[in-house]
Structures are given as C-alpha cells and as structure tokens.
C-alpha cells in the first residue's frame, strides 16, 4: 500500500496545469452556447467543451453596439448543466470581466477580439491567474505577444461570425509559413526576427527549436461544417472552436455530430463523404470578401 | 524484438503519450513503433495499447462509434498491457457512476468524475507510487478519484483517495504521467517484467 502525499506540497494555476489542460481539449471540438439547453446538445453530441456566451458572434455581429461578456448567472446555469469544462469570453484588456468569469468558475478564459475591446493598448495580464486563457492570433507576433502575456492556448483569429473559413486558413498557414521561415534560421536572425514582429526573443528561439507553437494551437472564426473542421486539422491545427456554426445550422445536432466525428476522421475523405452527408444546410453567413474592412474584427487587439 | 504500440487518439493528449512511449521503450531497449488509433482494425496489432487523457464524454462516444471500444476489452482480455490516465481511467472503469460515459469495465474500480473540483482546483504535488522510487511528479488536472476498488491493486492515493491501480494487465492513474519527461509510470506500466506476459493469470 502507497504512502499519502502531504497536502501541503500541491501547487495551482502553473504554466504546466494550466497548459496541460489545453492539451487535454486536443482532437475536440469546442462549441459557442448561449443557454443550458444548447450546452446539453453540444455535450451530446461530444463537444470537448462550450464557450458560454450572450449571444454567438453571427448575431453579435448583425446587432451592433457594445459587445461584453455574458451575465455570470447566465454563466454558472451552464456550468451547472454540463460535465465537460466551460468557458467563458472576457474583452480584451478587461482584467475585471477575466476575475468576474474565474471566480464563477470557468475552466478557461478567451480573451477575445468578438467581444468590443476595453484597452486599446494593453492585453490582460494573463500570468496573475490560476484559470488558463486562450487567445487569436493572425501572425506569429501576435500568438508569442499572446503567450508571453501567460495565454495557454492559441487559436486562429478567422474572421467570426462569418462561416467563411477563408481567414482561418489565412492564419493559420501565415503563423506555420513563419515559423517554417524560422526553423532556416541561425540564433542571430532569430534574434532580429524576433525584433521585427515584437515577440519575445526567448519564445522565438522556443518555437524554432519546436517546430511549431509552444502551446496548444486550435482553430477558430467561420468553421461552419464537417469539411471546413477537417481543413483546419488537414493545416495543423490540434483542435477546432464553432461558433456561429452549429446553432446556426439547420440541423445544430447533426451539425454537432458531424463536426466532431469529421475533427477524428479528417484524413480518411471516405468517412468525411458519410459524416457530411444529410446534416442539413449550414450557417448562410457573410464571404469574407463581401466585407467592408470596418466591419472586421480580427484587427482587435494585436 | 519490435513492438507496435497503439494510442487511442479519437480525442486527447496523444502525442504526449506516443512521445512518453517512445522514451519509455528506448530506456528499455524496446524497438517500438507508435501507431495512433482512430478507427477500429489497428488495435488487434497492438502489443501495448495507451488510453489517453482528454474528455470522457467524448473519448467513450467515439471509440464506440468507431468500433475500437470492444478491440480494448479484447486487447486486455488477451492480457496485453494497456495504460490509460485520467479520462482513461473513467472510460475504462467498470462504473464512472455517469451514464454520459459508456465505460469499458476492464478495471475494476468505480470512479468519480472531476473528483478533485474544476480547472481552478487542478493541481500538481509529488506523489508516492508503489513500485516507483522516490516521489512522481504527478499532474491532476480536473481529475477524478477512485471510490471503490474491488480486484485491482491501489498504487498510490492522494488525500485518502486511491489515484492510481493495477488491475491485471491494466495501469490507470487519475493524473498524467505523459505530461512530464519523467516515463517512470509509462515504464511500468508497458516495460516492468510484472506487466508483460499474461498478466491475468499472477
């Protein structure tokens, strides 16, 4: 029989912890809920996690004005409703909204560019607390800026609200072109590289030697169905966020399904030809192309 | 000899335990090829097999969509080793005492989910392991606990809780071991000369 360990020795809210829980989210599928009964479904249909929100960034985006985070009671109803782990949207550079939502208790925090910015300089200082954050990013600048602020997590910034995956491809292939470009490098150019897109140095030569993000990178803004999941795993990335996406869809519980099965099998075109058939139509949503650059908000918080 | 070592990666922390794996094998002198297992037909060529951890829910709806849930329990009836941590061990239990998990049974404890609290409460302590010397560096990140241990064997508790077992051919630990450079658990569990063979018959 094993000896007891002594209370006094354990340790929170660690780098290790806090990235070790976005490791765990690695494979899934986190889906946007506004309310326990959407939390219910997306559970079911074996999301990782939900993003418990106001309301999802497609109907953000249609109603305008200032967007915040969610009411906490509205927040603590999901986590009451569901055993997957919760999260919960905190405006960038609002410390205050980041400590409202840890001390409800949400399992991660994601600074996020959806919601109407409060600092236009600064981020939240990410390393103050036990939850972990997660945070976009367009480039590789911004994702080391994001992880030197303490961020345990990485996602693509894509343009939200839209179902147009256009601009999570864009930067997702950016940050794996930079960090391709920094793997040719010797120590010096790294050091310069490091100067030119404002990312700590130490960070940059971390990267290089990785091959790839220090954290976990996931992607997210305008994954709408099956195939657009698989085309972010198919670019690297160690999981996907929804927003808009599945109670935007016809069918949120097909859709559900569907976009994880299709996150597992998305090397395999045969069972992403299954998976996509029959889940009824998608978001309709908004090309990227179509939208006046006022109107973006991947430009939030760099 | 080579061996072919299988990681359930329907959802999870996977390369961490492939890479645990690989370190574990080369301290051993094992040639081992990690294969990643996300469709059924891979695990009846798996000598070692790896139960990662991630999320229950929808690590259990997965391996039974996919075919591979019934490949575990015959992989461990044959008495292979296999290794599963913290979503692991729910999803293998015989009762996580949640009927959103649909468990394997091919551990013979009960569990309780998020045991230890939510992300807030997730910790690291060193912890003493039966079999191990000196302290492992465990991570318990939204952990569950064991509640009831029927045949397996506690191998270390936290807090009066039983955290880790040994079921027969079977490790489960409530923390994760693949977390760390220390393969110590990874070792024991797929390379100690008490795990090979046919466990279930000791």
């Given at each position: 029989m094993a000896e007891?360990?002594?209370?006094?020795?354990?340790?929170?809210?660690?780098?290790?912890?806090?990235?070790?829980?976005?490791?765990?989210?690695?494979?899934?599928?986190?889906?946007?809920?506004?309310?326990?009964?959407?939390?219910?479904?997306?559970?079911?249909?074996?999301?990782?996690?939900?993003?418990?929100?106001?309301?999802?960034?497609?109907?953000?985006?249609?109603?305008?004005?200032?967007?915040?985070?969610?009411?906490?009671?509205?927040?603590?109803?999901?986590?009451e409703e569901v055993s997957i782990p919760v999260m919960g949207k905190a405006r960038i550079g609002h410390t205050k909204e980041a400590q409202i939502l840890e001390a409800v208790g949400v399992d991660m925090i994601d600074e996020s560019e959806v919601l109407t910015p409060a600092d236009d300089a600064y981020h939240i200082d990410k390393r103050d607390f036990t939850a972990p954050f997660v945070c976009g990013a367009r480039n590789l600048g911004e994702a080391l800026r994001r992880i030197g602020e303490g961020a345990a997590m990485i996602r693509t910034k894509g343009e939200a609200g839209t179902g147009d995956v256009n601009q999570a491809v864009h930067h997702q292939r950016t940050i794996k072109g930079e960090i391709r470009k920094l793997e040719g490098m010797t120590h010096e150019e790294r050091e310069a590289y490091a100067r030119e897109i404002e990312a700590p140095a130490e960070l940059v030569h971390e990267t290089a030697e990785m091959g790839r993000l220090p954290v976990v990178n996931f992607a997210a803004g305008g994954i709408a169905t099956p195939a657009d999941a698989a085309l972010m795993m198919h670019h690297e990335c160690d999981g996907i966020f929804?927003?808009?996406?599945?109670?935007?869809?016809?069918?949120?519980?097909?859709?559900?399904?569907?976009?994880?099965?299709?996150?597992?099998?998305?090397?395999?075109?045969?069972?992403?030809?299954?998976?996509?058939?029959?889940?009824g139509k998608g978001m309709k949503g908004d090309a990227n192309v179509d939208l006046p650059e006022e109107e973006k908000l991947q430009g939030r918080g760099v | 000899m080579s061996l072919v070592a299988g990681v359930v990666a329907v959802q999870g922390d996977v390369s961490e335990h492939a890479d645990a794996i690989r370190r574990a094998g080369e301290a051993h002198g094992e040639d081992v090829t990690v294969r990643e297992v996300r469709e059924g037909g891979i695990v009846p060529?798996?000598?070692?097999?790896?139960?990662?951890?991630?999320?229950?829910?929808?690590?259990?709806?997965?391996?039974?969509?996919?075919?591979?849930?019934?490949?575990?329990?015959?992989?461990?009836?044959?008495?292979?080793?296999?290794?599963?941590?913290?979503?692991?061990?729910?999803?293998?239990?015989?009762?996580?005492?949640?009927?959103?998990?649909?468990?394997?049974?091919?551990?013979?404890?009960?569990?309780?989910?998020?045991?230890?609290?939510?992300?807030?409460?997730?910790?690291?302590?060193?912890?003493?392991?039966?079999?191990?010397?000196?302290?492992?560096?465990?991570?318990?990140?939204?952990?569950p606990a064991i509640d009831e241990v029927g045949e397996a064997?506690?191998?270390?508790?936290f807090d009066g809780r039983p955290v880790a077992v040994r079921d027969g051919p079977v490790v489960a630990t409530a923390f994760h071991p693949e977390l760390l450079p220390d393969d110590r658990i990874h070792r024991l569990a797929f390379f100690a000369e008490s795990a090979g063979g046919d466990a279930r018959s000791r």
């Open positions: 007891s360990t002594d209370l006094e020795e354990l340790r929170r809210g660690t780098d290790l912890i806090k990235r070790g829980f976005a490791r765990m989210q690695k494979g899934g599928v986190i889906m946007d809920v506004v309310d326990p009964e959407q939390a219910r479904i997306a559970e079911d249909a074996g999301a990782v996690a939900v993003m418990a929100l106001e309301a999802v960034p497609a109907d953000i985006r249609k109603r305008g004005g200032v967007a915040r985070m969610a009411d906490p009671a509205d927040v603590e109803e999901i986590i929804v927003g808009s996406g599945i109670f935007g869809a016809e069918d949120p519980v097909a859709m559900g399904e569907a976009i994880v099965n299709a996150t597992n099998n998305w090397d395999d075109p045969e069972a992403l030809a299954e998976i996509s058939k029959n889940v | 060529d798996c000598d070692l097999l790896a139960l990662p951890g991630g999320e229950s829910t929808t690590i259990s709806r997965l391996i039974h969509d996919e075919g591979i849930a019934d490949e575990i329990v015959a992989h461990v009836d044959a008495g292979k080793p296999l290794l599963a941590t913290c979503a692991g061990l729910i999803v293998a239990s015989s009762d996580p005492r949640d009927e959103r998990v649909d468990e394997l049974g091919v551990i013979d404890v009960t569990v309780e989910r998020n045991a230890f609290g939510r992300q807030r409460d997730s910790f690291e302590a060193p912890l003493s392991v039966d079999g191990l010397e000196g302290p492992f560096p465990a991570v318990f990140i939204r952990a064997e506690v191998l270390a508790e």
